[in-house]
């Protein structure tokens, strides 16, 4: 049996952990001690935006609209805020610093993926 699914998943976190990490190296106002805390910041991140990313989405519809898109920021913003109220290791200070480290991050996430996956994400 193929564990290619397994295979595909840990690289994919692997490369989104370093997506944090390099985006928390670039930003000020956004702290994170190693690339381990990183990885827990991910998975931590991940469930935050699996939980209540719906449910802000939805909320925030509206504003999503009037605004062509940009408030998903806002929301990706908080949810790294979020992320880091529960990771250790890991601090996000301000809402400057957290809408712009999404935004940096989604970036850095998409450039990474495409260039280590191929674009297959």
Known sequence: MSHY?????????LVSALALYLMAQLMPG?????????????????????????????????LTLVTLGLFLLVIKGFLLKVAAMFTPGFRVNGCLPAILGALVLTILSTILHRVILGGHF
């Open 30 to 62: 956004i702290e994170i001690r190693g690339f381990g805390t990183a990885m827990i910041a991910t998975v931590v991140f991940g469930f935050a935006d699996l939980i209540l990313g719906p449910i802000l989405r939805f909320l925030a519809f509206p």
């Open 5 to 13: 699914w397994l295979e595909y998943a840990l690289v994919n976190w």
